[in-house]
T-cell receptor
Framework: QKEVEQDPGPLSVPEGAIVSLNCTYSNSAFQYFMWYRQYSRKGPELLMYTYSSGNKEDGRFTAQVDKSSKYISLFIRDSQPSDSATYLCAMMDQAGTALIFGKGTTLSVSS | NAGVTQTPKFQVLKTGQSMTLQCAQDMNHNSMYWYRQDPGMGLRLIYYSASEGTTDKGEVPNGYNVSRLNKREFSLRLESAAPSQTSVYFC????????????FGSGTRLTVV
């Protein structure tokens, strides 16, 4: 079993839809959870950061961490065509030295 | 503010040739990383440098070597390129250890024929 699992999609939604992206993980020691957005032929950029459990909101984006279920989510409200990208989850434990990434979910938002 | 700069952006190599991918950051970060990204495989760690003067292997180090030249620069060398090393290579940096996230470069697209 891979440490971090992420459905690659692709996921296609109409403009204005609510999008839910998810990752599951196996290492209960993970404490740092992140979401990166990667546009085609670009490097990933940090979108959301959460330490331990709970929710974090930033504009149209909400990140949730459920450590009891080893499950993290990214919600995008009022999705826009500019949100079309690949979304990568990433996580690390307290003693870790490098992030472990999911394989990424490709999202397409049509106008 | 340039962030993380990678050179070259594109490269085609013949099997057996060698080359060095360059990476430099101007954010005074301590930690630097090299990842490769392949379709269906995600980002996989090749090598990392937790601080100046140290380097360690990641998940897929075979066929690669690295040098942390100074605090700013971290290079990746392919001594004898193989078609299996065709990939997109990303350099990243972080203030320390990755717990505050990485800043990535724009990548090097490498094709080995």
């Amino acid at each position: 079993q891979k440490e971090v699992e992420q459905d690659p999609g692709p996921l296609s939604v109409p403009e204005g839809a609510i999008v839910s992206l998810n990752c599951t993980y196996s290492n209960s020691a993970f404490q740092y959870f992140m979401w990166y957005r990667q546009y085609s032929r670009k490097g990933p950029e940090l979108l959301m950061y959460t330490y331990s459990s709970g929710n974090k909101e930033d504009g149209r984006f909400t990140a949730q961490v459920d450590k009891s279920s080893k499950y993290i989510s990214l919600f995008i409200r009022d999705s826009q065509p500019s949100d079309s990208a690949t979304y990568l989850c990433a996580m690390m434990d307290q003693a870790g030295t490098a992030l472990i990434f999911g394989k990424g979910t490709t999202l397409s938002v049509s106008s | 503010n340039a962030g993380v700069t990678q050179t070259p952006k594109f490269q085609v190599l013949k099997t057996g040739q060698s080359m060095t991918l360059q990476c430099a950051q101007d954010m005074n970060h301590n930690s630097m990383y090299w990842y490769r990204q392949d379709p269906g495989m995600g980002l996989r760690l090749i090598y990392y440098s937790a601080s100046e003067g140290t380097t360690d292997k990641g998940e897929v180090p075979n066929g690669y070597n690295v040098s942390r030249l100074n605090k700013r620069e971290f290079s990746l060398r392919l001594e004898s390129a193989a078609p299996s090393q065709t990939s997109v290579y990303f350099c990243a940096s972080s203030p320390r250890g990755g717990d505050y996230g990485y800043t990535f470069g724009s990548g090097t697209r490498l094709t080995v024929v």
